[in-house]
């Protein structure tokens, strides 16, 4: 699962210090993420935003990169989806892993519609989306 050049602190490149400033960011091991994720309790809430702020606390860094967050996110989620279908009853819960805005991930196994399933066991509350946008975690849950 993990690539043995992460995790990694760079500096900020220039065409992202626009949005990040100067600094230095890491670039964030899948292992690191599944830590992050695996401690979530039941009921908890997390967005892939405050996983890069504990990624860039944990390493001393000024951000984490989005895109290299991002796929770690989807390599620890798909990780987890295979060991379900192993058989294994305690997995890594990436279901528990929402957008800044609270909507569901479609790149998650199963998608939107599984994610919110998962969600729902949890007790969570689903809103539903309005045109092209995803159902979401109500607003109030992610306090």
């Known amino acids: 699962m993990d690539n043995p050049n992460l995790p990694k602190v760079v500096e900020i490149p220039p065409k992202m210090q626009k949005r990040f400033g ?5 670039l964030p091991s899948a292992h690191d993420v599944n830590a992050y994720v695996s401690a979530i309790p039941v009921g908890g809430l997390t967005t892939v935003s405050r996983i ?3 990624m860039a606390e944990k390493y001393m860094a000024n951000t984490a990169c989005p895109l290299v967050t991002g796929i770690m996110m ?15 009853l305690r997995i890594t819960p990436y279901w528990r892993v929402v957008k800044d805005d609270g ?3 479609p790149k998650f196994p199963g998608g939107i519609e ?3 399933e ?5 007790g969570h509350r689903i809103v539903a989306g309005r045109g092209k946008r995803a159902p979401r975690v109500a607003l109030s849950e992610l306090q």
């Open 114 to 116: 599984r994610q919110e």
């Open 118 to 122: 998962m969600l729902r066991d949890e």
């Open 103 to 105: 909507s569901l991930n």
């Open 74 to 88: 989807w390599i620890v989620a798909e990780a987890a989806d295979e060991e379900a279908r192993a058989g294994e």
């Open 52 to 54: 890069r702020q504990a």
């Open 22 to 26: 100067s600094g230095t960011m890491v």
